[in-house]
């Protein structure tokens, strides 16, 4: 999925957030997650404008960026689907789950389906370990997985 945002659109919009969350003690993440609702992802060249207006190199805020899984550098589809890739989700029949769920999709991780209808991501533990395997649609949890579970879930992503 490909979006196209004009150089003056990023940098009126990036300079704003960071205009806002300059006087915050560590702006950093602060300005990124703004960033990153204003456009539903960090552009690339939002991490030069970021850099500069904090005296950072770009590969500082880039190594930040890329360090938390919740920043997208691409935006993702009308839906994410976050399947959980812990242990416990994983011994409850988690591995089976992601499987199928990639297949029905026709997604990898960390991809989104062509449709641009849904993107899913692995994710290291929802807090759900007694309701395994467990996932996440659009912020709504959903514990105890199963393939009714999840056939519901992939139902609603095509909508």
Request: charged share 25%; aromatic share 4%.
């Amino acid at each position: 999925m490909n979006v196209q945002i004009s150089a003056q659109e990023i940098s009126e919009k990036v300079g704003a957030v960071v205009d806002e969350c300059v006087g915050l003690e560590g702006p950093l993440l602060p300005i990124l997650l703004g960033v990153q609702q204003e456009f539903g992802f960090v552009p690339q060249a939002a991490l030069r404008i970021i850099a500069e207006k904090l005296n950072l190199s770009r590969a500082e805020v880039h190594g930040v960026m890329t360090f938390y899984h919740d920043f997208r550098e691409q935006p993702a589809g009308r839906h994410v689907l976050k399947i959980c890739r812990a242990e416990a989700c994983q011994a409850m029949g988690g591995d089976h789950m992601a499987e199928r769920a990639q297949e029905a999709l026709g997604v990898g991780w960390n991809e989104t389906a062509e449709d641009g209808s849904v993107t899913l991501e692995p994710v290291y533990c929802l807090g759900l370990c007694a309701c395994a395997p467990s996932a996440m649609l659009d912020g709504r949890v959903v514990g105890r997985l199963d393939d009714d579970r999840l056939e519901k879930i992939i139902d609603e992503v095509r909508r």
